[in-house]
């Protein structure tokens, strides 16, 4: 298959809410391992096959993600690592990578999260009824990295506001690159009292960090907080309101959730498998390439598709039933290869946090009866509400 006519041509994965993804998934695998789709109201080749998927993630002659990102990301978010190669990228990750691994993140992460999900639950505690997604799994996340970046609470508003507006560049360019100068503004501002002053913080120690020589500049800095702050947030919430939405529904997860930090790390992952955050990551080919039985052109648009890979029967069995006890080394969730999520142990410490803090403040805590729960969009997917009965009654 080489013509780039798109399958489902009614369907345009950057727009439609496709709470049936899963469904269209499996109809769309039929026709092969790669197929064209429309996205942005073009035709674009979406990867669903596993091994294939992971091939794309470790080939950077071909699928190189700078190119793109310079395009989608860069004018909103500045110069990430998402938009470095080679050299830059190797020096600007080393500078940053010590303070996410899980050493730092239990040192300086962890002291964080708990008393924010305590806060949290506080808010709910009086409630019969509340709406889950508003008030717990959206500000969570967004709330740990304005307090670990030392923001005032009383700012914390306006920061959840840019951090949703920096990354909808492709939908809202002029939106997106004026929440991205408001940002970096404010941000200015506390980088130049860190570098004066520094502590202990997170903060600081980016100003202060070195490797070979080299420190961070204000621009990497502001560009690397442009990534952090709303793929950080956003991508937790997303599948933060999946991950509750599935065990809320299930009696056996809820009792499993109450049990060993073991059992929660194993529900996690399997949420992150199950129904990731990214659905599809938009990336562009940096080469010609024949892949997956189509010839791809450098230049091309693709979607790596986490979501069908995630669920490819050949690599998970009964790809769609939420199983903790499954082997899920090979998900691919967090990326690979040297671009892999550098905030992958933040986020699931959140995560596993949240499913204790909840669990132990509201032990009898359930879905209402009778919603319809949908779990929306293909590029960051999640939960759009879901009303709980904090204290189990009806």
């Not at 994965?13 to 109809?27: G, M, Q, S």
């Not at 695998?29 to 990867?47: C, D, F, K, M, T």
């Not at 890979?309 to 899920?328: G, I, K, L, Q, T």
């Amino acid at each position: 298959m080489n013509a780039m006519t798109p399958l489902m041509p009614d369907i345009d994965f950057a727009y439609d809410d496709v709470p049936n993804l899963h469904d269209l998934i499996e109809e769309l695998r039929a026709h092969g391992p790669v197929v064209p789709v429309r996205y942005h109201g073009s035709s674009v080749w979406l990867i669903m096959d596993h091994a294939l998927l992971k091939q794309a993630f470790e080939d950077y002659d071909h699928f190189d993600a700078t190119a793109g990102y310079k395009l989608i990301a860069e004018p909103s978010m500045g110069k990430t690592l998402q938009t470095m190669a080679g050299e830059e990228h190797r020096v600007s990750r080393a500078l940053v990578n010590p303070l996410f691994m899980p050493v730092k993140v239990r040192g300086y992460v962890e002291s964080l999260i708990e008393p924010i999900a305590h806060e949290l639950c506080d808010r709910m505690e009086s409630e019969r009824e509340v709406e889950f997604v508003s008030a717990f799994a959206r500000p969570y996340p967004f709330l740990v990295i304005t307090r670990l970046l030392g923001i005032p609470v009383e700012d914390e508003g306006s920061f959840m506001e840019w951090a949703v507006k920096m990354i909808d560049f492709p939908w809202d360019p002029e939106g997106a690159v004026r929440a991205k100068d408001e940002f970096n503004t404010y941000m200015q501002a506390i980088i130049d009292a860190r570098r004066a002053n520094p502590g202990d913080d997170f903060l600081s120690r980016l100003t202060q960090a070195e490797y070979e020589g080299q420190h961070l500049s204000d621009e990497r800095i502001l560009s690397f907080l442009g990534l952090l702050f709303p793929a950080g947030s956003d991508t937790t919430y997303k599948n933060g309101s999946s991950l509750f939405a599935a065990v809320l529904d299930d009696p056996k997860l809820c009792a499993l959730a109450q049990g060993s930090d073991k059992d929660r790390e194993a529900i996690v992952t399997e949420g992150l498998r199950w129904e990731p955050p990214t659905a599809f990551l938009p990336r562009m080919a940096s080469a010609d390439v024949a892949f997956g039985g189509v010839h791809i052109a450098k230049g091309d648009w693709m979607l790596f598709g986490i979501t069908a890979a995630n669920s490819d029967p050949a690599v998970f069995p009964d790809p769609r039933r939420f199983d903790p006890a499954r082997d899920n080394r090979e998900i691919l969730t967090f990326g690979r290869s040297s671009h892999f999520c550098l905030g992958m142990h933040v986020a699931r410490r959140e995560l596993e946090t949240a499913l204790r803090v909840v669990f132990e403040r509201f032990p009898h805590i359930r879905l209402k009866p009778g919603q319809s729960i949908e779990r929306v969009n293909a590029v960051l997917r999640g939960v759009r509400e879901m009303i709980v009965l904090p204290h189990g009654e009806a």
